[in-house]
């Protein structure tokens, strides 16, 4: 599948609520694939939302496991449909990028430790616990299907946003 663009802040499809999948078909593997496409072309890329490449759907993508921050620490390649957290733990503040915000990072708080549930490509319905660098990759992409940037979660815009210095 082809890798798609994507959409830059502060493209208003960004800011959308994503719709729920009522049913794995073929279009909804392709968007799957779209996004992994997406999500490994990218620089330093982990994750992926549908929104991102404009489409409105509970769909992303999430793959630690080539970064270094995740590699040890990972479940491989998730492909999620309709995901949702279930539980959470900890919390701690880490610094964020987004394809969506290319030339800035910033301090987000968020969860150590989540359950996640979802649906996978294969219309199985997967839960597991997820911590650390991934617990933080699956909860920002699915701030995007709530029409979140990880700008919202900044506490201070003065002093938590940061002008990124290379992006390759």
């Not at 990218?42 to 590699?71: E, F, M, W, Y």
């Amino acid at each position: 599948m082809p890798v798609q663009n994507i959409l830059l802040y502060p493209h208003p499809v960004l800011k959308k609520l994503c719709h729920p999948v009522a049913a794995i078909d073929g279009e909804v593997r392709g968007l799957l694939q779209d996004l992994t496409d997406t999500m490994h072309a990218g620089p330093c890329s982990v994750g992926v939302a549908a929104p991102q490449i404009g489409v409105t759907l509970r769909v992303c993508v999430v793959d630690v496991s080539k970064s270094r921050n995740g590699k040890d620490n990972n479940h491989g390649l998730l492909q999620m449909v309709n995901p949702v957290i279930i539980a959470r733990s900890g919390a701690a503040i880490m610094r964020e990028g987004c394809m969506s915000v290319p030339d800035y990072t910033g301090d987000v708080e968020r969860s150590t430790a989540i359950t996640v549930r979802f649906t996978d490509g294969d219309g199985i319905e997967r839960e597991f616990e997820a911590s650390g660098f991934e617990a933080v990759a699956i909860q920002h992409e699915m701030d995007h299907l709530d029409g979140m940037l990880f700008l919202d979660r900044i506490a201070s815009l003065k002093t938590g946003l940061f002008r990124r210095k290379n992006y390759k």
